[in-house]
C-alpha cells in the first residue's frame, strides 16, 4: 500500500498475511503512524523515514516479523509486546507501560542493520539475539532481562538492567562497554564475556552488578576494566582476565 507522509493507519482485524506500507517518495523526513488493533503477521515499511507502531484498543501488540527500511522506528503500548525478527531500522525503541516485551533477532547483519537499540518493559524483557551496530538497552523494571543468544555489539554501551539477569549466548563487544545490573536477585551468564580487540581509548570495560548472586559458567574477558559486585555470592567456573588494566 502506497502511502503519503503523515498517515495513520489503523489495522482493526487480525490480519494471517503481511503488511506493507510504502512512501514512494524521495524525501527524507517521511512519517507514517501504525495502530494495531489486533495482530499482524509481518509488518514491511519502505521510504519512511519515522515509523511508529502502537497498540490500540488492545494493550497489547504483536507483529510477527519487522522490516522498517532503515526508519527510526518507535513501537509500543501498555500491554505485552511482541516482535519477531527486526531488521533494517536507524533505531529501535520499544516500550511496554504495563507488560512484558519478547523481542527475536534484533539485527542480521550483513545489510539487515539495526543500529541501536532500546527496549523497557514494566515487566520482563526478552530477545533471543542481537546483532546491532551501536548502543543496546534493555530494561526490565520489576522483572527478568533475558537475552537466550548471542549478543554482538560493534560499539557504543551494552546495558542490561533487571531485577535478574540471565545472558544464556556469548556477549561480543567489539568497541566498548558492558554493564549488566541486577537490582533484587542474580546475574546469571551461561557463556563468555569479551570486550577485547578495541580500538576506541578507554573502551572495553566489563561491570557486572547484583543484589544478590552473580554466577558465571564461561570466561569474561576485558581489554579495559573489569568490575564485579555481588551483594552475596560470586561463583564463575571460567577465567576473568583483563589485559593490563584492573580488575
Request: charged fraction near 15%; avoid cysteine; aromatic fraction near 0%.
Amino acid at each position: 500500500l502506497n502511502l503519503a507522509s503523515g498517515n495513520t493507519v489503523t489495522v482493526s482485524a487480525n490480519t494471517t498475511g503481511g503488511v506493507t506500507f510504502d512512501a514512494n517518495d524521495s524525501a527524507n523526513d517521511s512519517s507514517i503512524t501504525i495502530v494495531l488493533d489486533n495482530d499482524v503477521n509481518s509488518i514491511t515499511t519502505a521510504k519512511f523515514e519515522t515509523v511508529t507502531i502502537q497498540s490500540g484498543t488492545n494493550a497489547s501488540l504483536s507483529t510477527g516479523d519487522v522490516s522498517l527500511g532503515g526508519a527510526k522506528a518507535t513501537l509500543g503500548g501498555d500491554g505485552d509486546q511482541v516482535l519477531g525478527t527486526v531488521n533494517n531500522a536507524t533505531s529501535l525503541s520499544v516500550t511496554s507501560g504495563g507488560g512484558d516485551i519478547t523481542l527475536g533477532v534484533v539485527g542480521l547483519g550483513g545489510g539487515s542493520t539495526v543500529e541501536t537499540l532500546t527496549a523497557t518493559a514494566a515487566n520482563d524483557v526478552t530477545v533471543v539475539a542481537t546483532d546491532v551496530s551501536n548502543d543496546v538497552t534493555l530494561t526490565a523494571t520489576t522483572g527478568t532481562a533475558t537475552v537466550n543468544g548471542e549478543i554482538d555489539v560493534n560499539k557504543g554501551t551494552l546495558t542490561i538492567t533487571g531485577d535478574q539477569v540471565k545472558v544464556a549466548g556469548a556477549i561480543d563487544m567489539n568497541d566498548g562497554n558492558v554493564v549488566l545490573t541486577s537490582t533484587g536477585n542474580d546475574v546469571v551468564l551461561t557463556a563468555a564475556v569479551d570486550t577485547n580487540d578495541q580500538t576506541a581509548a578507554g573502551s572495553g570495560s566489563i561491570t557486572i552488578t547484583a543484589a544478590n548472586d552473580i554466577t558465571s559458567n564461561s570466561a569474561i574477558s576485558a581489554e579495559g576494566k573489569i568490575t564485579i559486585e555481588a551483594g552475596l555470592s560470586l561463583a564463575t567456573t571460567g577465567e576473568i582476565s583483563t589485559d593490563g588494566n584492573d580488575i
